[in-house]
């Protein structure tokens, strides 16, 4: 290619262009690393597991009274947010949820309560761990357990959870017993078999 085609004024362009382009790709390198993706796989998983339970909660229900409305109904878990609606009444001034989802922006996951008509988020709670978002979940939740309803020792995850609660006491002190029968034994063998001194052996000098 001729140098004749790249004139002064080209290259004074393609140096405008370059420059542009660096700050342009910088910028954005810096948006993607201050903006990772906020983890919530735990949150959802969680919240999915709860909700296939026979778990009851208090809430206000169509007709504006209370209800004992079981989680299947009163949760949903939607593209990384989940709701907890703890009044549903046709009065669009006295409904509400409980919200969780994750911010980008903030980098926290956020837990926050959306009531009334065009309501206005409220935080409860913010944080980018997702055990302890969790454990406040879990907290909120417990307050309002219909316990009438939600009998735990029914609950086929808890059933769960109890058989391998009982397997791992039981691989505990199977592993227990190992290790004072290796002792009993060890006793055994040094009482019945002690270690013979050591003679020290007599130098005969020459005569």
């Known amino acids: 290619m001729s140098k004749k085609n790249i004139t002064p004024a080209l290259r004074y ?3 405008k262009l370059e420059r542009k382009s660096d700050e342009i790709y910088q910028a954005e390198n810096s948006k993607n690393v201050q903006s990772h993706e906020v983890p919530f796989d735990e949150v ?10 026979n778990i009851f909660i208090h809430t206000v229900g169509i007709n504006g009274k209370h209800e004992s409305t079981i989680l299947t109904k009163a949760m949903f878990s939607i593209n ?4 907890l609606y ?4 046709l009065d669009e001034n006295d409904q509400g949820y409980i919200r969780i989802r994750p911010d980008s922006e903030q980098q926290l996951i956020l837990v926050e309560r959306l009531h009334g008509y065009r309501p206005m988020p409220e935080l409860l709670y913010a944080s980018l761990d997702e055990c302890h978002v969790i454990r406040f979940f879990i907290s909120w939740l417990i307050r309002r ?3 009438d309803k939600t009998k735990v020792n029914h609950l086929d995850l ?3 959870f109890a058989e391998i609660e009982r397997k791992e006491v039981e691989e505990e002190i199977a592993a227990q017993e190992a290790i004072k029968q290796e002792a009993e ?14 003679v020290p052996t007599k130098v005969i000098t020459g005569q």
């Open 86 to 89: 703890y009044s549903t009444t």
């Open 44 to 53: 959802e998983r969680f919240a999915r597991a709860i909700m296939t339970q």
């Open 158 to 160: 808890y059933k769960e």
């Open 13 to 15: 362009f393609f140096k």
């Open 80 to 83: 990384k947010v989940v709701r």
């Open 185 to 198: 034994l060890k006793n055994a063998i040094k009482k019945h078999f002690p270690d013979k001194k050591k």
């Open 145 to 147: 357990i219909d316990w």
